[in-house]
């Protein structure tokens, strides 16, 4: 199983991003798959999440500003931050379960990618 994201960068306040993930190693398009962000000292925490029907999920934080999408033919999944504010500073990870979004939220998953740094100026 391996996730390599990208796309991060410096940016402004109110600026965009999009971020990229691309998996292998699992039946991507029978997984719901989650973007994750990290900032040094904290729990990494779940910040959007798209079943395989295509349904999303948001942390509070980020709905209305974030978007989460997929493509299972390229087995990727992005995320279009707008309006991005300083606290959306953080490390940014993605990651999949064939389960439940429980788990997407709650397991400690072994394989991880290597990140992708957002940092948000004010």
């Known amino acids: 199983v391996q996730f390599v994201e990208s796309g991060g960068g410096l940016v402004q306040s109110g600026d965009s991003l999009r971020l990229s993930c691309t998996a292998s190693?699992?039946?991507?398009?029978?997984?719901?798959m989650g973007w994750y962000r990290q900032v040094p000292g904290k729990q990494r925490e779940l910040v959007a999440a798209i079943f395989n029907d295509g349904t999303t999920n948001y942390e509070d934080s980020v709905k209305g500003r974030f978007t989460i999408s997929r493509d299972n033919a390229q087995n990727t999944v992005d995320l279009q931050m707008d309006s991005l504010k300083v606290e959306d500073t953080a490390t940014y990870y993605c990651n999949g379960d064939w389960r439940s979004l429980w788990y997407l939220k709650n397991h400690d998953y072994d394989s991880w990618g290597q990140g992708t740094q957002v940092t948000v100026s004010s």
């Open positions: 190693g699992i039946r991507f398009s029978d997984y719901t």
